[in-house]
């Protein structure tokens, strides 16, 4: 009922819908907002500036307008021109603290954390009630990876400042640095309390819920929310995700489409709309879904990748196909559009073409350990063994220990008859998967082969105890030790 009642809320509210993106970009930490003095002669403030730089003039600004015109350009990032309006405005107006707490913004960006530490306590002194002290010592203890002193003073800052929902959204980040996403999801809600346009805060609260697992408590929060913001697109969005994530499909659905009703032109509703359709089976309408994104805006490697996963199921290969080449074409940093133009290849048994593709990705991307896995397999149907062993290292190196990768370099070691490398790859792999009979085996037959009688019999006693039926393993890849006695005393 409760989606019926505000789809019809929708409706009502829709033509009053605009953006409300305009804070996605905005800064997570404290936000300004310029409100300009006009001089005599109806020039901004900025513009005065400028023009007396310009000219080396020396013109008259009071406190009000350097602080506006600093602040002007720490937002735009022209720090040298900050650092001139700070120069000049100190010299003006030597005891006026908003310049001063500028200033101690300025040496806190340039990590000169003791000269402005010198600055902060002198305006304690003066004004200790002044929230933006804390919040700047705040600043300093954060790039200095004192999380907990921070959050001490940004509770501190919270007594003396009207702007609770800037540092609330400070404190936040500071709880993400330490990982207690518990207490920064409730100061990212406290910011939405105050502003529910705040959709930095929003995302940064979902981020947490979802960190926590609580899905069932996000959907609660969102509901809510919704109730007050019926046509707020990004929250359907979000709540869309939540149920996505319980494998509620069919609400899922629903709460993307109420998003496009309250943005038509929301690409990301479009593209999680189309992947609840694909978990649905509707693939027909997964693909009218994801092609409306590509109509919408430049198209994203995501749309093009299921595009051509659609086609696949319905057996449209030219397609599929079409839309993978289209995905690396346009981001060929994305592994999963190699993978999967790799794998049609592949399926369709032209392993040369596969291998020619993936032999790019690897070139394009040479620290993706899947990438070398999926080499070394295609290199091992041409028999191409060194560089299938090649390809199987290089996976190991960036990170990929499956269980898999280990047995296979091994295999291919061993035909190089490289056994001292086989030795090793083995013992590193044990180390990761103790005990594990197929490695044991493998490196039973490796001590015997490299004349380690007496390890041999160890790790060969060892597998046989755990599972036997392996023993052919052995047999199989070492069948010249069928004729060491030892060896086959234990075998049978």
Same mark, same amino acid.
């Given at each position: 009922?409760?989606?019926v009642?505000?789809?019809?809320?929708?409706r009502?509210?829709?033509?009053?819908l605009?953006?409300?993106?305009?804070?996605?970009?905005?800064?997570?930490?404290k936000?300004?907002?310029?409100?300009?003095?006009?001089?005599?002669?109806?020039e901004l403030?900025?513009? &005065?500036f400028e023009?007396m730089l310009k000219?080396?003039?020396?013109?008259f600004?009071d406190?009000?307008?350097?602080?506006?015109?600093?602040?002007? !350009?720490l937002?735009?990032?022209?720090?040298?021109?900050?650092r001139?309006a700070?120069?000049?405005g100190m010299?003006?107006h030597p005891?006026a603290t908003?310049i001063?707490?500028?200033?101690?913004?300025i040496?806190?960006f340039?990590?000169?954390?003791?000269?402005?530490?010198?600055i902060?306590?002198g305006?304690?002194?003066?004004?200790?009630?002044?929230?933006?002290i804390?919040?700047?010592k705040?600043?300093?203890?954060?790039k200095q990876?004192n999380?907990?002193?921070?959050?001490?003073?940004?509770?501190?800052?919270?007594?003396?400042t009207?702007? &609770?929902?800037d540092?609330?959204?400070l404190?936040?980040?500071?709880?993400?640095?330490?990982?207690?996403?518990?207490n920064a999801?409730?100061?990212?809600l406290?910011?939405?309390?105050?502003?529910?346009t705040d959709y930095?805060?929003? !995302?940064?609260a979902?981020y947490?819920?979802d960190?926590?697992?609580?899905h069932e408590?996000?959907?609660?929060f969102?509901n809510a929310?919704?109730?007050?913001?019926?046509?707020?697109?990004v929250?359907?969005?979000?709540v869309?995700?939540q149920?996505?994530?319980l494998?509620?499909y069919?609400k899922?659905?629903?709460? +993307?489409?109420f998003?496009?009703i309250s943005d038509? /032109?929301?690409?990301?509703a !479009?593209?999680?709309?189309?992947?609840?359709?694909?978990?649905l089976n509707r693939i027909?309408?997964?693909?009218?879904?994801y092609?409306?994104?590509?109509e919408?805006d430049?198209?994203?490697?995501?749309?093009l990748?299921r595009?051509?996963?659609?086609?696949?199921k319905l057996g449209?290969?030219?397609?599929?196909?079409?839309y993978f080449?289209?995905?690396i074409?346009?981001d060929p940093?994305?592994e999963?559009g190699?993978?999967?133009i790799?794998d049609?290849?592949?399926k369709k048994?032209d392993?040369r073409?596969?291998?020619?593709?993936?032999?790019e990705?690897t070139?394009?991307?040479?620290?993706n350990?899947?990438f070398w896995v999926? +080499?070394?397999?295609?290199?091992?149907r041409f028999?191409?063994v060194?560089?299938?062993?090649?390809?199987y290292?290089k996976?190991?190196?960036l990170?990929?220990f499956?269980?898999?990768?280990w047995?296979n370099?091994?295999d291919?070691?061993?035909r190089?008859?490289?056994?001292?490398?086989?030795?090793?790859n083995l013992?590193q792999g044990?180390?990761? +998967?103790?005990?594990?009979?197929?490695l044991?085996?493998r490196l039973?037959?490796? /001590?015997y082969?490299?004349?380690?009688?007496?390890?041999?019999r160890? !790790?060969?006693?060892?597998?046989?105890k755990?599972?036997?039926e392996?023993?052919?393993?052995?047999?199989e890849?070492y069948?010249?030790?069928?004729?060491?006695?030892?060896?086959?005393?234990?075998?049978n």
């Open positions: 009922m409760l989606l009642n505000c789809l019809q809320r929708i009502k509210y829709l033509a009053q605009g953006r409300i993106f305009e804070l996605y970009n905005s800064r997570n930490t936000k300004r907002f310029m409100h300009f003095n006009l001089n005599d002669d109806d403030s900025i513009k &005065k023009k000219t080396n003039q020396v013109g600004f406190s009000d307008e350097f602080e506006e015109i600093i602040d002007h !350009y937002e735009v990032g022209k720090m040298n021109l900050a001139k700070i120069k000049l010299s003006q005891t908003g001063q707490l500028l200033y101690a913004e040496l806190v340039d990590d000169l954390f003791i000269e402005a530490n010198t902060l306590d305006l304690y002194e003066r004004d200790p009630t002044n929230a933006e804390y919040i700047q705040a600043n300093i203890f954060s990876d999380h907990n002193t921070a959050i001490e003073l940004l509770k501190m800052a919270l007594s003396y009207d702007d &609770k929902g540092v609330h959204n404190l936040g980040m500071e709880f993400l640095f330490t990982e207690d996403y518990s999801k409730v100061n990212f406290e910011c939405i309390k105050l502003d529910d930095s805060s929003l !995302y940064n979902i947490c819920f960190f926590l697992k609580e408590d996000a959907i609660i969102l929310f919704l109730d007050k913001n019926p046509y707020s697109e929250a359907w969005h979000q869309g995700k149920y996505y994530e494998r509620m069919e899922a659905l629903a709460s +993307y489409e998003a496009i038509e /032109f929301f690409i990301g !479009y593209l999680e709309k189309g992947k609840v359709l694909e978990k027909p309408e997964a693909i009218e879904n092609v409306i994104t590509l919408l430049d198209p994203t490697s995501f749309a990748l595009l051509g996963k659609c086609h696949l449209n290969n030219e397609k599929a196909l079409k080449k289209k995905t074409k346009e940093l994305l999963k190699w993978i999967a790799t049609y290849y592949s048994g392993y073409k596969a291998l020619k593709l993936i032999t990705a070139e394009i991307d040479a620290d350990a899947f999926r +080499y070394a397999q295609l290199n091992m028999n191409l060194e560089d299938a062993e090649y390809g290292r996976a190991i190196e990170g990929n499956e269980l898999e990768t047995i370099r091994s291919m070691l061993l190089l008859g490289e056994l001292d490398a086989l030795v090793t013992e044990l180390a990761l +998967y103790p005990e594990h009979v197929e044991e085996f039973a037959g490796a /001590f082969s490299t004349g380690e009688h007496a390890k041999g160890f !790790y060969l006693e060892n597998a046989l755990t599972d036997a392996f023993k052919i393993i052995v047999q890849l069948p010249q030790l069928l004729e060491n006695t030892e060896v086959i005393a234990l075998l």
